[in-house]
């Protein structure tokens, strides 16, 4: 199976803090692919890497072969490497298709000229946009919140269309971070549905990062485990669940 996604041995630091120490794995194309750890671990900093929002001091990420470390997040997002945020990242004043609409100007070749004009390629590209949007729309069961404003929406909602605006990038490597965090038992539920949905209909390699453990064990191909900005497991659910530095870490302060 190829590999999707190598994270090359990177340690990140800020000052005297070290986020990243020395982490190294592998996500293959095609994988659902979750990393644990507990509260401060550096899990996020591990995404923010990714997606290119924090330069590792040392080591690389590598996307589909090609070493992508000092390129800057647009022009990863243009690779297919999109992301939801720990903390809703949305346009609140603005409507869900608006938000949805908004991530597409990636995707967008008409110049200034035309599309202020609205003539010819760019009429083509905003109904060809609009229609993809739409669609995700009705993947994502939001046809009934589409003109909303996403201000006035609840938590559960926003998250559900940050999830559709990562989407809208057309992402062949999609980065959850922790998309279920503070979601009643029925959001939940509904998430991981669509997270499924996601990755078998549309066949896209996830990166997810997520503290419901038992979630993680069912949907999961393969864990890492970081504490302290190090990894310390690697492998299956089945794995992971009887790895002892994972236990003393992480799964035994869960009550697993």
């Known amino acids: 199976m190829p590999v999707k996604l190598h994270v090359d041995n990177i340690s990140l630091n ?3 803090i070290r986020a990243l120490q020395n982490v190294e794995f592998k996500v293959n194309e095609g994988e659902l692919f979750s990393v644990i750890g507990p509260n401060g671990a550096g899990k996020t900093s591990l995404i923010n890497s990714i ?4 330069s590792p001091q040392q080591g690389e990420i590598i996307f589909e072969g090609n070493s992508i470390s000092n ?11 999109s992301r939801t945020f720990q903390n809703i990242a949305l346009y609140t004043n603005a409507t869900v298709l608006d938000n949805l609409m908004a991530a597409r100007h990636i995707k967008m070749k008409s110049n200034m000229f035309t599309g202020a004009m609205f003539w010819g390629q760019a009429k083509r590209e905003e109904i060809e946009h609009r229609r993809f949007v739409e669609d995700i729309i009705d993947f ?9 404003i996403v201000g006035t929406l609840s938590y559960g909602l926003r998250k559900r269309v940050e999830l559709g605006r990562a ?3 057309e ?9 279920m965090a503070g979601m009643n038992v029925e959001e ?4 991981a549905r669509f997270i499924l949905d996601i990755h078998e209909l549309q066949n896209t390699t996830i990166m997810l990062i997520e503290h419901d453990i038992g979630l993680v064990m069912d949907i999961s191909h393969r864990i890492v485990v970081i504490d302290f900005g190090v990894k310390i497991g690697e492998g299956t659910p089945d ?8 236990i003393n870490a992480y799964l035994g302060q869960e009550g697993h």
């Open 71 to 81: 390129m800057p997040p647009y022009e990863r997002a243009k690779l297919g490497i």
């Open 239 to 246: 794995e992971i669940s009887k790895n002892e530095a994972v």
């Open 188 to 191: 939940k539920e509904d998430m």
């Open 167 to 169: 989407l809208a990038l």
């Open 51 to 54: 997606n290119g929002f924090y």
């Open 171 to 179: 992402p062949t490597l999609l980065l959850l971070d922790e998309p």
């Open 14 to 16: 800020f000052g005297g």
């Open 140 to 148: 994502l069961e939001m046809e009934h919140i589409r003109k909303s």
